[in-house]
């Protein structure tokens, strides 16, 4: 059964004095209104954390009770920070099943109220606990990432910085345009150079914003002038330190293989994407995740203005999370509002060619639960497409033979640092700059550990691991030697007071 | 598409040393393991409140990763306490829609490292924040619905105590047959009597204890021997005070109405349900709300012996949440897993007759969002079933028209009691015994507000409400006139000191 996007709403992103359920309320009112049949069958909310966020369980329950909907089936579904895109697929296969007509989308989030460390502490929630316990947050991680990616492409330093300032400068640019965009404001080349560094190499203006919001989408069984022709969904393991490869997202890869091969389309035929550009480095990978650049490629297509709102293959002209702004459950919603509105021709700038097909990418935890959405101008796809059908699978025959990578925790003395970030804005407890860093053991094992010298932080560097309290933290081989030799000495001074017979004997 | 049910696992439910990601690996290890067809195609994982009970957040990752599967899709659903049947007809919907042929459903929760108050207060944030705020909790509501269940159909204390006791105790006496059963014991009535009172009348024996547990059923397009002929979900008002009746509950009326319509099959037809008996008395309701018994009639029923294993109507075989335990995510995966065991003659017990069609229910939160679902031997189902159709829709078209009963908190100073309970054990800061109850002002509008004096509760009695700080509380006509009186008296005498000018006219 074919899937259909009726009316779309959102409210405006940014702080709000508003409630979650307002919000919620207000967004759905507008999608609602714009629909030509105005009658819903079920709500399906996304929020990535209520609970912390604003104390609020039951959730479900309560949004339809705020849109005086009591009755019908109402329910949440959550992936961290591609919650909103979840709820959309899930919508998605409750028409698609034939059991409702029209379901009501809404994704919503209400963060600013809270204090940034607070926030941040929620949302490192979604990281794996031992590179959390370390300090590491979503910005730390985001950042070691983009150092591989630096270091893997043979990227100058300089070189990077300038390509992340042009991602940041287009977002802006286009979020300027955009009337529900947190920030409206076109930034400079010296206004990014100057922002607050955040952890290295990431400024602020890397990073998306903390934003209140909400935004919903009527997904129809009754046909409309926009078909959701293709949807995928792909996850990847939770830690970093599990990961063969950080330059890119398998959770994007798999799940933008899925959606391409139901909708029957190619990278080449998407006119334009809305991709989840938490931070800079992300729209980077992404783009080249999606296939619309080749790997190590996305910056030259960046800086020849190709992914520009009048280049060949506009990413973000909403502005994207990093300028529309994020309030989490929400984005995910939000993009298929601004795409909806986009190739409906309400936008108020002009893409190089008319906008016909639309991909939407979103981005759960750290990259660990990916979504793709392909949505069409319905009189654009008189191609065949393909009936749905299971689109890939994984036996769990061996489910208790295999090893867990990630869950092996023991560690030689000896490792290597496989990437690095200073963390100048750090969690309640630590102290900034805190150095932190992935080391691989002689073993291969990974774990991420605390630097004791952030000077001494260098790609290929052999240093000393040692565990206090459960977390570890590491100096290069000299400085560990003088202090092993130091403590032997003071053992073995100890030891001569304690055992006045055995120092007898040596004597 | 007919969607079906292959392999079926649970954990024991009880107090365990497991992490919430071991119970559900190995619940799923074991629904796995006894499908056809290992092949899983998604992931859809239920838990009701992991980010407070266990501190886990982006839990659908997690549980992918945990169960080496990484990749494919994985996402959570949450609607409170059903938050399992409602992962499980979303996942029925993923495999209707031809998106996935085999989709992996797992409930559980991790609850009992917590101490008993902080578990109450997680629960009670399912609830409405002003009667919350008195100090309400799920018991204290669920003592006032069954005082106010009391009272419409005329029973006696005594003769309610005997219902709630029989229930109890067939619970126990199945859950003793269960060898995944948290209590494995029958308890007398003697023992029933004896135990605790938690919030009148309520006992201890009339409350699903706090357990951890997981369950997994694989639901899939391959035609296996069991299959799911029926669902549907419901919801009703957060606040009990927007409730017009407490003595049913809407949400189940609603999905059973959608369960039984899809299955085309009548309550007669079924030969045992698992219904959520988090306290004996919402069994009690439930089986008048589903249509097994005629409204009042449940209590004769049960006492006939009609609801007993070797009765007309077998209710919770397996022992129910009451006995089996009540993780409360897992709940409604586990019920789903106990029906499957039973419909494929794997208990130990022998029904009346044979058992061919099976009816599950789940409550989500305070009934605010409940399930229905009918699972059959499909060799038992020749008859003709409704296709997929949307079964219930409502117009939004009004919604900023409307007035929400349950916004409006402006109360006039007299009231009248609705019906109560008095809490013996109390959240954190209230000190028991605390007399609550749910106040009906002149105008009609209803609060929760707190008993200054317990012996004064009393359904139908004039009360005179006072707020401080937010908390309403009331106490009976005379003392408060008494107070009036004092403090006019007081005022005339501050407003005599302190304007002697008015003082000297009066003279």
Do not use: W
């Not at 702080?15 to 009112?29: H, I, N, P, V, Y």
């Amino acid at each position: 059964m074919p899937v259909y996007i009726a009316g779309v709403g959102m409210t405006p992103f940014g702080k709000s004095g508003s409630t979650l359920l307002k919000l919620m309320r207000d967004a759905a009112g507008l999608a609602v209104a714009r629909s030509d049949n105005q009658t819903i069958d079920a709500i399906y909310v996304a929020a990535m954390n209520p609970e912390e966020f604003t104390g609020e369980s039951n959730l479900a329950s309560r949004v339809a009770e705020a849109l005086d909907l009591t009755g019908i089936p109402a329910l949440r579904v959550e992936t961290a920070t591609s919650a909103g895109a979840a709820a959309f697929q899930t919508a998605f296969q409750g028409v698609a099943s034939g059991l409702y007509r029209n379901v009501l989308v809404i994704g919503g989030e209400k963060m600013t109220h809270l204090s940034t460390s607070a926030t941040t502490r929620i949302l490192a929630k979604v990281l794996d606990e031992q590179e959390r316990l370390c300090g590491a947050t979503m910005p730390a991680l985001a950042a070691m990432i983009t150092e591989s990616y630096r270091r893997k492409y043979h990227l100058s330093e300089a070189r990077l910085e300038q390509i992340l300032c042009r991602i940041a400068m287009k977002n802006h640019l286009n979020g300027s345009r955009n009337p529900y965009a947190q920030f409206r404001e076109p930034i400079s080349r010296s206004k990014y150079l100057s922002s607050k560094l955040i952890a290295t190499p990431l400024r602020l203006y890397d990073c998306a914003p903390i934003s209140d919001g909400a935004a919903a989408v009527v997904v129809s069984a009754e046909p409309t002038d926009l078909i959701i022709s293709g949807i995928g969904q792909g996850t990847a393991p939770v830690s970093l330190r599990a990961r063969p490869d950080f330059t890119s997202f398998p959770a994007t890869q798999i799940a933008a293989a899925k959606a391409y091969d139901m909708a029957a389309l190619s990278p080449r035929e998407i006119d334009f994407a809305e991709i989840h550009d938490a931070f800079t480095p992300f729209e980077l990978i992404s783009i080249e995740d999606l296939g619309f650049f080749a790997p190590g490629k996305g910056g030259d297509a960046v800086e020849a203005g190709a992914t520009s709102v009048d280049g060949e293959r506009p990413i973000n002209p909403s502005g994207g999370l990093k300028s529309r702004g994020h309030p989490v459950g929400a984005s995910g919603v939000a993009q298929i509002v601004e795409a909806a509105k986009i190739l409906r021709g309400e936008a108020r700038f002009k893409l190089k060619r008319e906008p016909r097909r639309a991909l939407m990418h979103s981005i759960g935890g750290l990259a660990t639960n990916n979504f793709v959405t392909i949505v069409e101008r319905a009189r654009d796809t008189a191609r065949t497409r393909k009936p749905l059908q299971k689109t890939g699978a994984e036996s769990l025959s061996a489910l208790s033979r295999r090893k867990h990578a990630a869950a092996d925790t023991r560690v030689a003395a000896e490792g290597e640092i496989e990437t690095f970030t200073v963390l100048h804005v750090t969690p309640d407890g630590f102290l900034p700059p805190l150095g932190l860093a992935l080391i691989r053991d002689k073993k291969g094992s990974r774990l991420m550990a605390q630097a004791e010298d952030i000077k001494q932080l260098k790609v290929g560097r052999l240093v000393y691991l040692r565990q206090v309290a459960g977390i570890y933290s590491f100096t290069v081989g000299s400085h560990l030697r003088e202090v092993q030799q130091a403590l032997r000495k003071l053992l073995r001074a100890a030891r001569g007071r304690k055992n006045p017979a055995r120092d007898a004997r040596r004597k």
